[in-house]
């Protein structure tokens, strides 16, 4: 088609009309011939259509009919595999609660048998039942491990925190050195060649008239946090010796 259409441009400029009414009639035909043919293939199809018509009802709905049954058997087997895999989610997180619950219960039972035994000396009040000690959230998560927290009244404000915190590491230490605390078999956790007592008091935080232990169960997660905090620290202190001060002007 665009050859016909040059050629008859170029006859035309060159005033060859003779040849420009042959070209213009060869396009005629060509376009005309495609229209005649699209018509025919047009009746064919239509014509094909009204003797089959019912065939091809038959077969359209037969295959959107397949179509849909199949879509909906997988859509059943997907739906089958999420309800399992939320069941499974669900089981996984009532153990999950169930394990933290009686981990909870198993130090309370440690830290509890040292308050009652030691608070004279912690200046906190003589607790007579464990469940005096229990915190309204008993387990806080931290960054990738778990804190499981206990509450206990002061007697007087003159013991830091941080002084009751390494009573309550030291004393925990010698019992499960000793092998006193009931239900607990592993005393410590090796990491990278240094042992951390099974059950390491966190913090200690004061909030006025009550403080909030924290305890952690020590495990490769736990470990590597304070040793990075601990590396933290001396590379901080480090950092403030090598720091000029003003007498060195």
């Known amino acids: 088609m665009n050859n016909f259409i040059k050629e008859f441009r170029k006859y035309w400029k060159q005033k060859k009309y003779g040849q420009c009414i042959g070209v213009a009639l060869l396009i005629t035909t060509f376009v005309v011939a495609i229209i005649v043919l699209i ?47 939320e069941l499974a989610r669900k089981l996984q997180a009532e153990a999950d609660a169930d394990t933290l619950e009686r981990n909870y219960r198993i130090i309370r039972t440690c830290i509890f048998s040292v308050i009652r035994d030691m608070w004279d000396v912690l200046q906190v009040k003589k607790p007579v039942r464990e469940g005096e000690i229990d915190s309204p959230n008993h387990n806080v998560e931290k960054l990738n491990f778990i804190l499981y927290q206990y509450i206990v009244y002061r007697t007087a404000s003159t013991t830091d925190t941080e002084t009751i915190r390494e009573v309550l590491r030291k004393e925990i230490s010698r019992r499960l050195d000793e092998h006193l605390f009931a239900g607990i078999s592993q005393t410590y956790y090796l990491h990278e060649g240094q042992a951390e007592p099974i059950i390491s008091v966190y913090s200690v935080e004061d909030n006025n008239a009550y403080l909030t232990i924290s305890v952690a169960i020590a495990d490769e997660n736990y470990c590597r946090h304070i040793r990075q905090g601990a590396s933290l620290n001396l590379l901080q202190q480090a950092e403030q010796l090598t720091q000029p001060s003003d007498n060195d002007f």
């Open 39 to 85: 018509c025919l293939l047009l009746d064919m199809l239509i014509a094909f259509i009204m003797n089959h018509y019912q065939e091809l009802l038959l077969g359209f709905g037969a295959f959107f009919l397949a179509f849909y049954y199949i879509r909906e058997h997988f859509e059943e087997k997907k739906r089958a595999r999420e309800e399992q895999l």
